[in-house]
């Protein structure tokens, strides 16, 4: 079995620092009028996100500025990062990745929009080892253009049959998250999808994106561990 984590809202919390950080990295680079206001974040890729705020600042969507704006993000998340109050795991969350990685045959990664470095970061500071994860999709890894959040499953399901010599039924796949965008990159691979209302948006609407299930919370390990271990898509 492969698990595989969103990070931002549902493995951690970080009082939107990476919104932040972009903000400023932008005002460094093209001045103080940069804006994010106005750009969605939740549950999208990274370098989508990059060039929404390029487009909506006035700014050429180009290699050299994407690059530059990545670079500034990292330089400037790591510092909000370790300011107090500012990180923490959410509830449940160490308990279940505890008791996951603990389990034989079972394999858990990140599915997330971050990059690898900043995404890292983020974790880091929460008190989770990004070396617990050992099959991951981060965010500018799609092969296609445009990227999409759809994409990044089937790169996960790769590397599990690189790893074992064998490839993974889908069905054996859990994709958790917080938002719309975590189910439907689930669903269209044929993955179990759990949601987790840890997020922006409401249990009702998590429900209705069409998650298998969804929890308040990670903080059922029991009764969570169960469903992840032992549930099965409903036909």
């Not at 990044?152 to 965008?181: C, E, F, N, Q």
Request: with cysteine.
């Amino acid at each position: 079995m492969l698990i595989l984590f969103d990070i931002d809202l549902t493995l951690i919390s970080t009082f939107g620092s990476g919104m932040l950080a972009l903000e400023q990295a932008g005002k460094d680079l093209f001045g103080p009028s940069f804006t994010i206001k106005g750009v969605e974040f939740a549950g999208r890729l990274d370098p989508l996100i990059i060039d929404d705020l390029l487009r909506l600042n006035g700014q050429a969507v180009s290699k050299e500025h994407r690059e530059a704006m990545r670079r500034g993000y990292a330089t400037h998340l790591g510092p909000r990062l370790v300011q107090p109050g500012v990180s923490k795991p959410l509830p449940g969350v160490m308990a279940l990745l505890d008791r996951v990685r603990a389990r034989r045959g079972v394999e858990i990664g990140v599915l997330t929009g971050n990059f690898p470095e900043t995404g890292g970061l983020k974790l880091r500071a929460c008190g989770i080892d990004p070396e617990w994860f050992k099959i991951n999709a981060w965010g500018n890894e799609s092969p296609h253009e445009p990227p999409a959040r759809e994409h990044l499953p089937p790169i996960a399901m790769r590397r599990y049959a690189a790893k074992y010599g064998r490839a993974i039924d889908a069905s054996r796949v859990v994709v958790i998250g917080d938002t719309p965008h975590d189910a439907h990159c689930a669903l269209v691979n044929g993955c179990r999808a759990l949601g987790v209302a840890t997020g922006l948006s409401s249990i009702d609407r998590l429900r209705t994106s069409g998650f298998h299930r969804v929890v308040e919370n990670l903080s059922a390990t029991d009764d969570i561990e169960s469903w992840l271990l032992d549930g099965e898509i409903a036909r």
